[in-house]
């Protein structure tokens, strides 16, 4: 009778400590929810999906630092197309002019736009290196299996009270102890950050096709 009720006790203890995969990602994202959200009562789970996950170009935090650095530098590229634009819109205004005022704010305004001009092939040269090295890390990354991934959608209120519904993914390690990636999918800067690793990557592709097609011509 003893051995029975051990052996029930044991079952239970078993039947009760191992839990679902869904079932610790949940526990670790309440935690991840309680550090971030601005209302964390407010938070209510709505849907949560698991599927493998396996390495990508868009995961990779060496690939998406080069990423964010080449949107980074491509608001500034705008920024200084302004300024070059503005520059030559001036000096084209004082360009008959023949007063010393008139001549001194088209000199100004010409040495504006070259000066940005200088910049934007600075920019471009930087643009093109980071594109290079994202180029670089995606050779060696493949698809493999290496954790889990969970589409979180859940519900919450804003700082203004307003409630509103959001998305995340999460991967975690195979163990599903540590959450290794973590995405917004409403992030717009994220979702530009993708398409620059995407363009990098089409532009090689590019690249080598027309050097196969001038090869053999």
């Given amino acids: 009778m003893k051995q029975i009720i051990i052996m029930a006790l044991a079952g239970i203890f078993i039947l009760t400590g191992c839990k679902s995969k869904e079932e610790k990602a949940l526990e670790a994202i309440k935690d991840e929810m309680f550090k971030t959200l601005y209302d964390f009562e407010s938070y209510q789970p709505v849907e949560t999906k698991i599927d493998s996950a396996f390495l990508s170009i868009y995961t990779d935090s060496t690939i998406l630092k080069h990423g964010y650095v080449s949107n980074a530098i491509l608001d500034e590229v705008k920024t200084t197309l302004e300024e070059v634009k503005d520059g030559n819109r001036i000096a084209k205004i004082w360009s008959d002019s023949y007063s ?10 010409k040495e504006k736009a070259e000066k940005g001009l200088k910049k934007l092939d600075i920019y471009f040269e930087a643009i093109d290196a980071h594109y290079d090295t994202i180029r670089q890390v995606a ?3 493949n698809p493999d299996f290496y954790g889990w991934k969970v589409t979180h959608k859940f519900r919450c209120k804003t700082k203004g009270g307003n409630s509103t519904l959001g998305t995340y993914i999460y991967i975690f390690d ?7 990636y973590k995405e917004d999918t409403e992030d717009e800067e994220l979702t530009t950050v993708k398409g620059l690793i995407k363009e990098a990557i089409e532009e090689k592709a590019k690249k080598e096709n027309a050097d196969e097609e001038s090869n053999e011509e």
């Fill in 100 to 109: 010393s005022y008139g001549r001194e704010q088209y000199n100004e305004a």
């Fill in 139 to 141: 050779q060696n990354i």
């Fill in 174 to 180: 195979k163990k599903i102890k540590n959450i290794i």
